[in-house]
């Protein structure tokens, strides 16, 4: 396996803090400087095991910077400061490791060692409603996650998990049937199931009678009854379709939509199991699991309610109990809002009990917030459709665009409006810490400089442009490299990241560490441009370097994109 300058530089000072050092310091044991005069990259350990072992910094940076004076990848180092270390990478070291670097396919991507069965839980909207902007974070979040897990080589399971059984089906399939069953236009399926189930509710809320044949119309379709069957079913595939058009356009698949109906034969048992185990207990005659954890010990997760009926908990539990069993996965990725991490740590406590043998992770995120700080809503105060909000990144984005290109063809401008308008908006959801809430606002994510999608497209572009004017058709193959500039080298030590970057996202899955990074790539690349003169680079080997560097730039940005689920232009 390759390992990049930096990761031998890790290696080499970790050699050292291993012999000398009694107790090894915590954190990093390097990190790139922030001013590169000083040189590429700098560590710490010094001044951390001087405060430890009560020496003088200088005296311990001295013994790391005698014990790194023979390694051929690096310039002699020096003491810095109070007791800094700082290295300089040869620049043969970083040319060769580009070199490498541009054969790889995979870009210092690394296959994991053992790679594990995962399940990745995402998007699950809910039957007969519209998907809301909830359900597009999740989507978005949950496809990159799975992408880039596959890229590392684990064995990946896309499931949507669709809310597709629950009570509100009483309540729509009476409104349903008191209309004579309407025909629903195709497009319109899924506004006019709100609108039903809305006007049906009120009316319920209103007249308790009605409330009650709602609940006889819920327990005849609980019971199995063939027109209410035909009925449900009639909402479910209708809203499917509706799912699926928006999926596409989102360039989302699944494996499976295993949705909460599909477990409706297991939810007995599930209760059953759990009792017999003394893990379930009953409780003003609900089934209920206890905890004693700190955190849980208030909580109680409800898994049978008084008149039998299950809840969501339960069709967690059995699903989890399908994942491990049918699809013996190891571990099992949720994604969803926030608002669940309640009912996820006692689905995994619950889990663990019940001696399931397997990993269980929750990666929830926080709301989109409109300019006035609330939960995003139309001006209307509804909440916003995830169509609607499509169709509008789009819109917006040709338009920007024909300001700047007035002579593209309608359809020219309609297709690269699509892939800047989408990759806008899944970037934007992307590129922020996922725990945190963060405010729409289409100006930001739709502008061509910053951290956005447009730039980074932008980008991308570029490097492609650059190698068309210098008639370079397909991959330069065995590129070799000259890196003299400052600003040459800064952009290979970037690239050179990439893997580890990578590796870093899958830690917490947290895709915006790889946002932060291409950004920092495409404005590197820049730089690199202005300072490098690339078509007009005297000497023949020198041009071809540079050219290889745009094309690994180029390179690195798609795939980093690709993973991110943002598609690229070619020309812009
Ligand atoms: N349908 C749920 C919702 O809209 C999300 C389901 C998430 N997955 C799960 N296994 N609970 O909130």
Redesign the pocket.
């Known amino acids: 396996m390759n390992i990049t300058p930096a990761q031998q530089l890790t290696r080499l000072v970790q050699e050292w803090i291993d012999q000398y050092l009694p107790q090894p310091p915590s954190g990093s044991v390097v990190q790139p400087c922030n001013d590169p005069r000083f040189g590429h990259y700098q560590s710490n350990v010094a001044m951390a095991a001087a405060k430890v072992l009560k020496k003088n910094p200088r005296e311990i940076a001295t013994s790391l910077v005698e014990y790194c004076q023979t390694a051929d990848f690096i310039e002699p180092p020096e003491v810095a400061g109070p007791g800094f270390v700082n290295f300089t990478f040869k620049q043969e070291c970083l040319e060769i490791a580009c070199s490498r670097l541009a054969e790889d396919t995979n870009l210092g991507v690394t296959p994991e060692e053992s790679p594990k069965t995962i399940v990745v839980?995402?998007?699950?909207?809910?039957v007969a409603k519209e998907m809301h902007v909830?359900?597009i974070r999740?989507t978005i979040l949950g496809d990159s996650i799975a992408r880039i897990l596959k890229i590392k080589g684990h064995h990946v399971i896309r499931?949507n998990?669709?809310?597709d059984w629950g009570t509100q089906f009483g309540k729509l399939i009476l409104g349903y049937k008191e209309r004579g069953k309407p025909e629903f236009p195709e497009s319109e399926s899924l506004a006019m199931m709100q609108e039903l189930y809305q006007a049906t509710h009120q009316a319920c809320e209103a007249d308790a009678n009605k409330l009650n044949a709602a609940r006889e119309e819920l327990k005849k379709l609980q019971e199995g009854d063939e027109e209410n069957l035909e009925i449900w079913k009639f909402f479910r595939d209708r809203s499917q379709s509706a799912f699926d058009s928006i999926y596409q356009r989102l360039n989302v698949t699944f494996d499976h939509t295993l949705g909460?109906s599909f477990f409706n034969p297991w939810l007995k048992s599930t209760v059953e199991e759990l009792s017999q185990k003394s893990i379930a207990q009953e409780s003003e005659g609900a089934k209920v699991v206890f905890f004693e954890e700190d955190e849980l010990k208030d909580h109680p997760f409800l898994i049978e309610k008084s008149d039998g009926a299950a809840l969501?908990a339960t069709?967690?539990l059995a699903?989890?109990k399908y994942r491990v069993d049918e699809w013996k996965a190891q571990q099992l990725i949720?994604?969803?809002?926030g608002r669940?991490q309640l009912?996820?740590k006692q689905?995994f406590s619950t889990a663990g009990r019940w001696g399931q043998e397997v990993d269980c992770y929750h990666i929830w995120f926080g709301a989109i917030l409109g300019e006035n700080k609330k939960p995003l809503k139309t001006r209307e105060g509804n909440p916003i459709r995830l169509k609607d909000l499509l169709d509008e990144a789009e819109q917006r984005a040709k338009a920007i665009l024909l300001e700047k290109r007035s002579d593209l063809k309608e359809a020219e401008a309609q297709e690269m409006a699509r892939v800047i308008g989408i990759g806008a908006l899944k970037y934007a959801d992307l590129s922020q810490n996922r725990n945190l809430d963060y405010v729409f606002d289409w100006n930001k994510l739709l502008a061509f400089d910053g951290n956005t999608a447009p730039y980074l497209l932008n980008a991308y572009v570029r490097t492609r442009s650059i190698l068309r004017k210098a008639e370079v058709t397909g991959e330069i193959t065995g590129a070799s490299f000259h890196l003299e500039l400052p600003h040459e080298q800064a952009l290979a030590r970037l690239l050179l990241e990439y893997g580890t970057v990578v590796d870093q996202v899958t830690k917490e899955y947290r895709p915006h560490l790889l946002c932060g990074y291409l950004y920092e790539v495409a404005s590197m690349f820049h730089k690199f441009f202005e300072h490098c003169p690339v078509l007009k680079a005297g000497t023949g080997a020198l041009k071809q370097s540079r050219l290889s560097m745009c094309q690994l730039t180029g390179d690195v940005l798609k795939h980093g994109l690709e993973l991110l689920g943002i598609e690229t232009l070619e020309m812009m």
């Open positions: 839980d995402f998007s699950a909207p809910n909830g359900h999740s499931d998990h669709i809310g909460e969501y069709t967690d699903t989890l949720y994604v969803t809002d669940q009912h996820f689905l």
